[in-house]
């Protein structure tokens, strides 16, 4: 393999080296924030959940933070691999669109925006979603706490110092200023444990559905919060990715293989942990998962070097077109991934696994 690696904790190893890795043995698929970087996930995606996960009938849990989150609810309506394909061509073209005399668009303009798109991308068909025979979805916000228990010019900016700095002596402390809100398929029990911090499910509802996707993709100070959604607690939401970018959440009991489609090796906790390097490393968590990231060596050949990010916005500033063919471009070499793995499930050989 040449663009793919597979890293793999010790019990998902132990059940490849004596079974390989069968569609019937997934139980969880988490989808990690991470904006556009989650564009080299589609063909991977597609194939997951159009054709290989086709072939078994277990149950399976999706569980997203922000662009994560609808990634999975994707997989979650009647045409799947449809979704992905207008997700990922609406992603790449996105284009906000500039008010006369303004640089910049501000928080509430770009969150109006961004809630146009939800609407108009699943135009009623959250039922779709809610109602799916196979897939239970989770999608995770984070709801403010005390300062940050409603927006503000001032509050929100100090909320967030807060959070910050308690959060680099203790995550868990970090249950202080922000909680975990998981908005869960009606009767859905959570796959994971929630004593790592400070937690609670809600249950997700036409009424909500859309209000906690886009809380869940609400970056703080770049989108609006979603304030007082219906049938949660009453608060302002912001983006899954804070309390849980990557997902690295307590999966350890759980039976069968969490299968991780993700854009690099790393499982990150928090989106405050980022420069948090002790806190990037493997634990017992994630004994049962199976992470598939692109190589390296890989990202280098795709434009630009790198993976696409939101630092493409200022790079290519208003020319949107230039952006998104590269954007494109990325997207469509990322068909090798998908390839690679299929051709790897063949003989599913260990050998080929790495230690996560």
Request: contains cysteine.
């Amino acid at each position: 393999m040449k663009a793919l690696r597979i890293y793999a904790g010790p019990l998902a190893r132990q059940h490849i080296e004596a079974q390989g890795l069968r569609p019937q043995d997934v139980r969880v698929v988490p989808g990690a924030a991470g904006g556009p970087k989650g564009l080299i996930l589609g063909p991977i995606d597609r194939f997951i959940f159009g054709e290989w996960l086709e072939r078994s009938r277990q149950p399976v849990h999706l569980v997203g933070a922000s662009i994560g989150a609808w990634r999975l609810a994707n997989a979650c309506l009647h045409d799947s691999v449809k979704a992905f394909q207008d997700f990922e061509h609406g992603y790449v073209h996105q284009h906000f669109e500039l008010p006369a005399g303004q640089k910049r668009l501000t928080a509430k303009q770009v969150s109006a925006q961004f809630g146009d798109g939800l609407r108009q991308f699943y135009g009623g068909r959250s039922g779709e979603v809610l109602m799916n025979p196979r897939y239970s979805l989770h999608v995770i916000t984070a709801r403010g706490r005390h300062i940050l228990g409603r927006e503000g010019a001032a509050r929100t900016p100090f909320g967030y110092l807060g959070a910050f700095i308690t959060n680099s002596v203790r995550r868990k402390s970090l249950g202080a200023w922000l909680e975990r809100v998981v908005f869960s398929t009606p009767g859905a029990a959570l796959p994971f444990a929630t004593q790592d911090f400070r937690s609670r499910q809600v249950e997700l509802t036409e009424a909500n559905f859309e209000a906690a996707l886009q809380a869940s993709c609400s970056i703080p100070f770049m989108l609006e919060a979603v304030h007082d959604i219906p049938g949660a607690p009453p608060g302002a939401y912001w983006d899954g990715g804070i309390t849980d970018y990557h997902l690295h959440l307590n999966y350890s009991n759980d039976e069968g293989i969490v299968l991780y489609p993700h854009f690099q090796k790393a499982v990150v906790p928090g989106w405050l942990d980022k420069g948090l390097k002790w806190r990037h490393q493997s634990t017992s968590y994630l004994d049962r998962m199976v992470v598939l990231a692109p190589n390296p060596e890989w990202v280098r050949t795709l434009p630009n070097g790198k993976l696409p990010d939101r630092n493409d916005f200022a790079r290519y500033g208003n020319d949107g077109a230039a952006r998104a063919k590269v954007w494109a471009q990325a997207a469509a070499q990322a068909q090798q991934l998908a390839d690679e793995f299929a051709q790897w499930l063949e003989p599913g050989d260990a050998r080929d696994v790495l230690p996560l």
